[in-house]
Nanobody, 116 residues
Framework: QVQLVESGGGLVQPGGSLRLSCTAS????????MGWYRQAPGKQRESVAF???????NLGDSVKGRFTISRDNAKNTVYLQMNSLRPEDTAVYYC??????????WGQGTQVTVSS
């Protein structure tokens, strides 16, 4: 059974930082492209960042320069380091694992709230 378990969300003030983690089980983690998506209330889910099996990364324009994605294949874990957080970053953040668009899995989501 495949599981993606996110952690690290919470309430943070504008300008603050959070690090999200997503630990996978039931898949060969190292061959999957891992991604982070987010969904704010009343909005569609949007992609935030991806990291390929080879370690190449891609970040959305709204988070470039503020967020970093990384992975530790030995721990089956992908991270999203979020700095300089803004109120508009408030959303539920979801972890995604994708292999060749043939196998695709989602985590349950973790809430990030940026507010003073």
């Amino acid at each position: 059974q495949v599981q993606l378990v996110e952690s690290g969300g919470g309430l943070v003030q504008p300008g603050g930082s959070l690090r999200l983690s997503c630990t996978a089980s039931g898949i060969i983690f190292s061959i999957y492209t891992m991604g982070w998506y987010r969904q704010a209330p009343g909005k569609q889910r949007e992609s935030v960042a991806f990291i390929s099996s080879g370690g190449g990364t891609n970040l959305g324009d709204s988070v470039k320069g503020r967020f970093t994605i990384s992975r530790d294949n030995a721990k089956n874990t992908v991270y999203l380091q979020m700095n300089s957080l803004r109120p508009e970053d408030t959303a539920v953040y979801y972890c995604n694992a994708d292999y060749m668009k043939k196998f695709n899995y989602w985590g349950q989501g973790t809430q990030v709230t940026v507010s003073s």
